[in-house]
């Protein structure tokens, strides 16, 4: 009954962020819902629409068409069919790996812009300012400013209370359903003392009865114009999905299954889309709540479910009069903590790239729209692994007197391991993106090192080479022969010794099974 209470709520008002009829966020209370239940296998992750999907429906369909026509719902259902059918393919591919991509940074940034974006309309809602809800970030901005003048205190004190109620409401007593109260309270005021009259905007007529299953006609065109925004939809709600279903299964001591999981939101996604709602993702304030009040299993779930059919059939007269100032500010008091205000101080003190990472990610998604957001998104993922990739560890090894310990410590620059001996280990594999400055450092160590005459590459933790890196070390192997020194091998993994074959630059007199058999071996006798 929390759950529901919680739901209901913010589900009408994400399906306004989205463009969409009030009932589009309560039918994905149902069917999605049930069937996700049914097949996820995290006990408590809740899924349903978020404001980060809301947000992305409406930036994505909003150029296409109309918010709230015929079209625009037809789009939207098609949507979320998108969306299923791609978590049913990665689903069956496992490629639930690709969520990784998406890094922490990137995800306050991304969900942060569409956060603020969010949080401009609500802010029209609460002050009773009209704008245009489906416009650009700079434009809602400045129909916001410039409408200041003309908004209505009614709506003001309404939504100032509920703000005041929920924020007071949760420090008191946190698991109570505060949104509920809020509306119900905020209901009953506007309904007895004619505040509509007064400029006070409402919910309005809500179609009553339950959902029906359909199917959106659309060309093939529109039906292509729609999968970017799919695929972003998509990324979004697996990396968050599977992140969240992995935290709560960890802290609670079951096991869950990734591609089970990305498998139960693709269901959920095409049921979503084939009966009227829009596209789901994991609600991570929904799981909280509920781990909260006890929950460890997917019944809220259904009883919600059954909860929203029910106010569906006998109670959408209750929903009309819901004023449209506290709908907002229930959704303000929700999305104002995704903003990631606490997360980008802590990426500032931790990691100033990450976190200028993120802050672009952010600036671009307020500025650009949330498809130009998450290209971007994935484009500073690439900069960021090939940035960490490129400068691997490479160290100069230390030698000791200790027969039975491991060569594990790092040199000091221009110090051999052994006399006319230097082993170099290697923290990475050698690809495209290490290749030279590998093979830089390999040259350094020899120039700034007298009298050497072998060197022995420690490849332990080298887990491949590809094409390009097979070249450098190619073209570093004759560097070295011009200068008379030769090049060994040790402890290398049987797939990399199967490379290093296959690219014709090793010979088994020169690979060892370890670091001391490689000094015994190369180095020479005392005089």
């Not at 029910?310 to 209750?318: H, I, M």
Request: hydrophobic fraction near 55%; charge should be neutral; glycine fraction near 8%.
């Amino acid at each position: 009954m929390t759950l529901l209470a919680i739901a209901v709520p913010l589900n009408i008002g994400y399906a306004q962020i989205a463009g969409l009829p009030p009932t589009a966020g309560l039918y994905a209370l149902i069917l999605p819902a049930i069937i996700y239940a049914l097949t996820v296998s995290s006990r408590q992750v809740v899924a349903s629409p978020d404001a980060a999907a809301a947000a992305l429906v409406a930036s994505s369909i909003g150029g296409l068409a109309v918010a709230g026509s015929a079209s625009y719902i037809s789009m939207a259902l098609a949507q979320a069919i998108i969306c299923g059918v791609l978590f049913v393919l990665a689903s069956f591919l496992k490629l639930g790996f690709l969520a990784n991509f998406l890094s922490k940074p990137i995800l306050i940034g991304f969900v942060g812009g569409l956060a603020l974006d969010i949080l401009i309309s609500q802010l029209a809602k609460m002050l009773g300012v009209k704008i245009d809800s489906g416009g650009e970030f700079v434009d809602k901005l400045l129909g916001l400013i410039t409408g200041l003048p003309a908004s209505n205190g009614w709506s003001l004190l309404i939504s100032g209370s509920s703000v005041a109620l929920l924020l007071i409401g949760r420090r008191a007593a946190r698991a109570a359903p505060w949104a509920l109260v809020v509306l119900v309270a905020s209901t009953i005021a506007v309904s007895t003392s004619g505040l509509e009259k007064l400029g006070v905007a409402v919910l309005g007529r809500v179609e009553a009865g339950p959902p029906e299953l359909t199917w959106p006609v659309l060309d093939w065109v529109t039906w292509l114009a729609l999968i970017p925004s799919g695929i972003a939809l998509t990324m979004v709600a697996m990396a968050e999905g599977l992140l969240i279903a992995r935290s709560y299964g960890e802290k609670n001591g079951y096991e869950t299954r990734p591609n089970r999981d990305l498998l139960a939101f693709g269901l959920g996604n095409i049921a979503a889309g084939a009966s009227g709602g829009f596209s789901i993702g994991s609600s991570t304030s929904r799981t909280a709540a509920m781990d909260q009040a006890g929950s460890r299993t997917q019944l809220p779930t259904m009883v919600t479910a059954i909860g929203t059919l029910a106010l569906l059939l006998f109670g959408t007269a209750l929903l009309e009069q819901i004023p449209s100032p506290a709908i907002g500010a229930i959704v303000a008091v929700a999305v104002v903590p995704l903003l990631g205000l606490r997360e980008f101080r802590a990426l500032w003190q931790q990691d100033r790239f990450e976190f200028l990472i993120g802050v672009s990610c952010f600036l671009v998604t307020v500025l650009a729209g949330a498809i130009a957001g998450i290209v971007v998104a994935f484009v500073l993922a690439l900069v960021n692994l090939a940035k960490r990739a490129s400068y691997p560890a490479i160290d100069v090894l230390s030698g000791n007197d200790n027969p039975d310990s491991s060569l594990l410590a790092a040199a000091p620059p221009g110090q051999d391991t052994a006399p006319g001996v230097v082993v170099i280990r290697l923290a990475a594999p050698l690809f495209f993106a290490n290749g030279a400055v590998f093979s830089e450092a390999v040259k350094r160590a020899v120039t700034t090192t007298p009298d050497v005459r072998h060197v022995v590459l420690d490849l332990e933790a080298v887990t491949d080479i590809d094409v390009t890196g097979a070249e450098f070390l190619t073209a570093l192997v004759r560097w070295l022969e011009d200068r008379s020194i030769v090049l060994s091998y040790s402890r290398p993994r049987p797939e990399i010794v199967r490379r290093l074959n296959k690219f014709d630059i090793v010979t088994a007199d020169r690979l060892y099974p370890t670091n001391r058999a490689a000094l015994r071996a190369l180095t020479r006798p005392a005089e």
